[in-house]
């Protein structure tokens, strides 16, 4: 009989591969526009570094690989948005985004990755430390949603951080913190604890402000203001 953290780990999957796939709206709305108009990469370029590591992370720690699956889908996902953005990137953005792309997605994951292999012969201090560069870099990435309730409060608007973004967040996250327990895993148990809390306190403002007059920005700007948040809500999450 499978562990329970193999149901656990299951449930985490389905629930992380709608959050990969949340910005299709967006992207839709890029395709049919044929521009990325006001959108930027840097949240699904991010998203992408970080599926990446975390489905080497899966490879290389015995036991984890429905951590790898899952973010291997995620990075094939982030692959195609990455591309339709270079694709659709109005001319004077899009030398920029190919060097981004080039130094997240290319360059930084080749050389974390021959990093630690070089610097550990033992196959789990390589684990170890893959794994610590994996929280680190979803820690950082949490600026995006403390950046989303600093909007809310400001504004006193949920247009910017979405309520079913906010709901996979918070359920993402206690998922994958179960899972870490379960696992003894302190590299996935951090960040994910983290985005359970960010997601609590979301929930908790959504709640707060939903029937609030706002205040600030226009339609347009929180219109892209929310598919942004879109593109980094895994960021803590997919941090499986």
């Known amino acids: 009989m499978a562990e329970p953290s193999f149901y656990i780990g299951v449930i985490g999957n389905v629930i992380s591969v709608l959050v990969f796939l949340s910005p299709v709206e967006t992207f839709w709305k890029i395709v049919k526009r044929k521009s990325t108009e006001e959108y930027k990469s840097l949240p699904y370029i991010c998203t992408l570094l970080g599926s990446s590591l975390w489905t080497y992370y899966g490879i290389v720690t015995p036991g ?5 699956t899952v973010n ?3 990075s094939l996902v982030e692959i195609i948005y990455v591309s339709l953005f270079l694709f659709y990137a109005p001319r004077h953005l899009k030398l920029n985004t190919i060097v981004v792309v080039a130094l997240l997605n290319v360059f930084f994951p080749i050389a974390a990755i021959a990093a630690t292999r070089s610097a550990f012969k033992d196959e789990k201090m ?3 430390s893959m794994g610590f560069i994996c929280a680190g870099l979803n820690i950082i990435m949490y600026g995006s949603p403390l950046s989303a309730m600093k909007t809310v409060v400001t504004t006193k608007s949920v247009k910017y951080m979405p309520f079913w973004l906010s709901f996979f967040l918070f ?3 206690a998922i994958w913190a179960v899972y870490a ?13 983290l985005g359970f809390v960010f997601g609590t306190i979301q929930l908790i403002l959504y709640g707060i402000y939903r029937n609030a007059k706002p205040a600030g920005l226009s339609n347009c700007s929180s219109e892209i203001a929310a598919d942004e948040e ?5 960021r803590a999450p997919l941090l499986s």
């Open 64 to 68: 984890e690989y429905l951590v790898s």
């Open 171 to 173: 359920l993402n996250g």
């Open 181 to 193: 327990s379960l696992q003894h895993d302190v590299f996935l148990l951090v960040p994910n604890g």
């Open 126 to 128: 390589r684990s170890q």
């Open 72 to 74: 291997g889908f995620g």
């Open 230 to 234: 879109e593109g980094l809500t895994s």
